[in-house]
T-cell receptor, first 114, second 112 residues
Framework: NAGVTQTPKFQVLKTGQSMTLQCAQDMNHEYMSWYRQDPGMGLRLIHYSVGAGITDQGEVPNGYNVSRSTTEDFPLRLLSAAPSQTSVYFC?????????????FGSGTQLSVL | GQNIDQPTEMTATEGAIVQINCTYQTSGFNGLFWYQQHAGEAPTFLSYNVLDGLEEKGRFSSFLSRSKGYSYLLLKELQMKDSASYLCAVRGRGSTLGRLYFGRGTQLTVWP
């Protein structure tokens, strides 16, 4: 059972470079989301999607783009990386947005922007 | 807006009981979750409360008071493996139903 798969696990970028963090889930979950986790800041929601073709902004969306063309995939794009985007990124999914539906997290991506 | 507060750090000894508190002020409330996160790993689900009262799951229990905007996670018979960060999270309502807001986490250290 793969669950939520994130790639890559580690990435180093130079300021201004672009890249895409990949997230895929094989549980047929409608809801997918991206969080960043910084020391002392907890998990902060970047973007989320309640189904294919539908995305919405979270608490800290600036500098990030997302799309949801399939149920399985929810990539996160950094168009022009900045040092402030150095963080650990987690993708998470759940069956839907019913009140009791828990999130399943990927193993995370450690991103450093120099 | 959302404001979720937890203590930053707690320590306890093996075999003891510890209570981790969480207070929240949110524009909408549709359930509260607790997650456990070991260092370098992803968060994993522990418990969920949407109605007032206590939910018990083995050594872990979670309590909710909606009128007070307050929850706690109770860990009994502590083990070394319980050393981790414990995250309180609140689900939004209405237009923010798709959002799960997290507190900053409580780092629990269990000593032998």
């Amino acid at each position: 059972n793969a669950g939520v798969t994130q790639t890559p696990k580690f990435q180093v970028l130079k300021t201004g470079q672009s890249m895409t963090l990949q997230c895929a889930q094989d549980m047929n979950h409608e809801y997918m989301s991206w969080y960043r986790q910084d020391p002392g800041m907890g998990l902060r929601l970047i973007h989320y999607s309640v189904g294919a073709g539908i995305t919405d902004q979270g608490e800290v969306p600036n500098g990030y783009n997302v799309s949801r063309s399939t149920t399985e995939d929810f990539p996160l794009r950094l168009l022009s990386a900045a040092p402030s985007q150095t963080s650990v990124y987690f993708c998470a999914s759940s069956p839907g947005t019913a009140t009791n539906e828990k999130l399943f997290f990927g193993s995370g991506t450690q991103l450093s922007v120099l | 807006g959302q404001n979720i507060d937890q203590p930053t750090e707690m320590t306890a000894t093996e075999g003891a009981i510890v209570q981790i508190n969480c207070t929240y002020q949110t524009s909408g409330f549709n359930g509260l979750f607790w997650y456990q996160q070991h260092a370098g790993e992803a968060p994993t689900f522990l418990s969920y409360n949407v109605l007032d009262g206590l939910e018990e799951k083995g050594r872990f229990s979670s309590f909710l008071s909606r009128s007070k905007g307050y929850s706690y996670l109770l860990l009994k018979e502590l083990q070394m493996k319980d050393s981790a960060s414990y995250l309180c999270a609140v689900r939004g309502r209405g237009s923010t139903l798709g959002r799960l807001y997290f507190g900053r986490g409580t780092q629990l250290t269990v000593w032998p």
